[in-house]
């Protein structure tokens, strides 16, 4: 049996669904406590997620 795709196109508001508030860089940003050491500069780095759209950035404490 074959898969079943659905029909209807998302509306507009759906594919934008919390990506707005990124684009307009308005982040929601969360600290990771994975990597808090870099090797080459030798100082400690915090290192922040966008819960919402994914994007990471650096930060030096």
Known sequence: MGQILPFKR????????????????????KTETTNRFDVKSGKLVTVEKCERCGKTRNRLT
């Open 10 to 29: 998302p509306s507009a508001a759906d594919k934008r669904k919390g990506n707005t508030l990124c684009r307009n860089n308005h982040h929601k940003w």
